[in-house]
């Protein structure tokens, strides 16, 4: 199943960049958000991208919840959290959509577009986001 779904970002631009320290597979476009993806159990595959914050959430943290919150409440299929002091992803915004056990172009081309629209203008549109972000519409993944 993973196989459909990277046939699908290749056609889109993306390319292979390696696997993160994670494991999950890094994809990199020329204009758009790098993407992980990550297979579960069942054929489910998880979509994550990640944001890098500041040290201002220390100060703030509710009102970045807050925001997170809100960004939840208008997603359709992406989950928005805060992660901080992890392992190897510390201090960051990471998004989250997982795509179902079977494979429609037709249906994964909505799926994706509703994605890139979470994970490219809805976070960065979101009011007072930028108090909080390192990145810009140009991001690389979180370190």
Known sequence: MIRLIIDNLVSKGYTF???AE???????HENRT????????????????RYKINDRYKKDEKKLLQILNQLNRESVISKYSLV????????????????????S????NQFFHNWQF??????????K?????????KSK???
Not at 105 to 108: G, L, P, S, V
């Open 118 to 127: 979470d994970n490219e203008k809805r976070i960065l549109d979101a009011d």
């Open 84 to 103: 901080v002091d992890h392992d190897y992803k510390r201090n960051q915004v990471e998004i989250r959509a997982t795509w179902l056990p079977f494979y």
């Open 34 to 49: 790098p993407i992980l993806l990550v297979e579960y159990e069942e054929n489910l595959i998880g979509f994550i991208s």
């Open 141 to 143: 993944i979180a370190g």
């Open 129 to 137: 986001i930028e108090d909080f972000l390192l990145l810009t519409r």
């Open 105 to 108: 172009a037709d249906i994964f």
């Open 22 to 28: 994670d494991g999950m597979l890094v994809f990199v």
């Open 17 to 19: 960049d390696g696997e």
